[in-house]
């Protein structure tokens, strides 16, 4: 089997590919042109995997790809996926979550619809949450540019699905993390900040809304369910959650607990950091996952936070000693 990874060198990327590797699939990962090549997360598999250049933005360029490489399978997992940022950079948000979801889907209408495709919807698509849990058949009211763009790709992803006959699967995945979580999201904001306070490093760390509620669960667990999608007869959409919700603050009260700390002696609330339209409760039900794919997650909360807590220490401590 072969398969194509758009965004392979993000955390749910490279999280794919070891998994896809594993299965014995040929990896090829799309990759941009760039003059710094932000790799660290794959560098354990470099080797193993094929790296294309190709992007989002330039139809002709996907096209091609997937001619000349013949995927079986191609996970859509590039995005601009920061939502803060989706606030600044609205636009070229929408160009990358929303017209860049169709470009792949027009590659595979016009090369071969027999390709399998995966697109990465998101829990955000919720925003101001309609009823708790949300479900497949939640209505979606996003609350950011970002929300806003994973909603036209989910919807995107059905009508070809729908029109074209194409195996084209939506998972809306509640959030994920692991130590491959980028520095300016919250979680690895939190454990890093945790870790150098710890080791004396800083001595505040500065959060935005910490009553904001999320169904956090480990991203390699989640990136097993995106396999699982496509190995069904038919596409359908999925919610993958954990079905428990916890806190920002719960998050920063157990990463600081877990160096021994009193997060109420460090962490302070600054305003800069609050979004303009909040999400206040995420909560999903993974009863269709469970069912239709016999997908679980297996690291608890507890266990994710103390994982990249672990992970930030060494790092920072390695990082020292060199």
């Known amino acids: 089997m072969r398969a194509l990874i758009t965004g392979i060198t993000g955390q749910d990327g490279s999280y794919l590919a070891e998994l896809l590797l ?18 660290d997360r794959i560098n354990n598999i470099r080797d193993k995997v094929t790296l294309v250049q190709a992007d989002l933005l330039d139809q002709l360029s996907i096209i091609n790809i997937v001619e000349e490489h013949k995927p079986d399978e191609i996970y859509n997992l590039a995005a601009q996926s920061f939502v803060p940022t989706s606030w600044n950079q609205p636009v070229l948000t929408a160009e990358f979550n929303a017209l860049g979801v169709t470009k792949v889907l027009e590659a595979i209408r016009l090369v071969n619809k027999k390709i399998r495709f995966y697109q990465a919807s998101s829990s955000e698509m919720f925003g101001k949450v309609q009823e708790v849990p949300q479900t497949e058949n939640t209505p979606f009211y996003p609350r950011s540019p970002y929300g806003v763009t994973k909603v036209y790709g989910h919807w995107i992803t059905v009508n070809y699905r729908e029109s074209y006959d194409i195996h084209a699967t939506s998972g809306i995945l509640f959030n994920h993390e692991s130590p491959r979580r980028g520095l300016e999201f919250v979680t690895r ?5 945790a870790s150098k306070i710890k080791l004396g490093f800083a001595d505040k760390l500065a959060l935005g809304n910490l009553d904001a509620k999320r169904d956090w669960g480990f991203a390699g667990d989640y990136v097993r369910s995106m396999w699982m999608m496509l190995q069904q007869d038919t596409s359908d959409s999925y919610v993958v959650a954990t079905g428990e919700t916890h806190s920002v603050e719960e998050f920063v009260q157990a990463s600081f607990a877990h160096l021994d700390l009193d997060y109420k002696d460090y962490v302070i609330t600054d305003p800069r950091f609050v979004r303009p339209a909040e999400v206040d409760l995420l909560l999903g039900d993974p009863t269709k996952a469970r069912e239709k794919l016999g997908w679980e997650p297996q690291v608890t909360f507890k266990q994710l936070v103390s994982m990249m807590v672990d992970a930030d220490m060494a790092r920072l401590i390695d990082k020292t000693a060199g």
């Open 22 to 39: 594993e299965k014995g699939y040929e990896v090829f990962g799309m990759v941009r042109r760039s003059s710094t090549e932000p790799f």
């Open 189 to 193: 904001k939190i454990t890093d900040g």
